[in-house]
């Protein structure tokens, strides 16, 4: 007659954790070489059935363990310890409602991140998606951004104990600003000659042009011809405004050259 006492037990890494970190549990019977089976049950619905498993907590609490060890001679032991684990962590939360605007703009974010209860929160950490990143102690919150561009931004929270959580938004962010760029291969012409402008302007269309061409005259066209009626040096400007009012502009200073031969 053999008579085991499996006496089933567990130990965890760590019964006070942040929440999305991974959490390492190991089986303790007592006549462990006899165990066959174990089956554990983490308290947040998740099941595991190794004598060393793992698991993540994504939600703040408190969580019973059960561990159910069945050894090769079919007895079983079940161990249950309440509120073993101890999960915290602050929930990263923000809104950003702006419409498109353009370049040197401020944006203003709404900081509606929470703490677990227990432990204060103590840094922001803001990724504005423009390369540039601040670390901050405090509210309010907002950022410049100097160049056009369609932007994600992220935000991480930390609190006392050292959790942390994420909240991305993206693509809310649009920062609008025309490219303003033309040349003509008649930088030398003679009065009264066709000078095609090619323009190469991009931007968020449909794009509106003002043009001035040095001598009193100028269009709204978006690749327009010049004819110029007298000899001289002439200066040509292009002012482009986008689908949200942005502008850009380029000056070229004496570019056309108008001579006779």
Known sequence: VVVINEASDF???DTTVCKGR???FEAASRNNPFVTEYYWSFGDGREATSSAPTTVYYSNGTYDIQLITIDRYSCRD???KTQYMQVFGPTASFSVNTPPVCTNTTIHFTDASTSDGTNPLKRWIWNYGDGKIDTLLSGPFSHLYSTAGNYNVQLMVEDTLGCLDVKTVYGQILISKPSVNF???DTLSCVGAAVPI???SFGNGPITYQWSYG???GSNLQQPVIRYNAE???TVKV???DVYGCKDSLERISYISIKNP
């Open 11 to 13: 130990t965890a890494e």
């Open 22 to 24: 991974v959490v390492h």
């Open 78 to 80: 079940t161990t249950v």
């Open 183 to 185: 040349s003509t291969a």
């Open 198 to 200: 090619f323009n190469a």
């Open 215 to 217: 001598n009193g005259s």
């Open 232 to 234: 001289g040096s002439y």
């Open 239 to 241: 002012i482009a405004t």
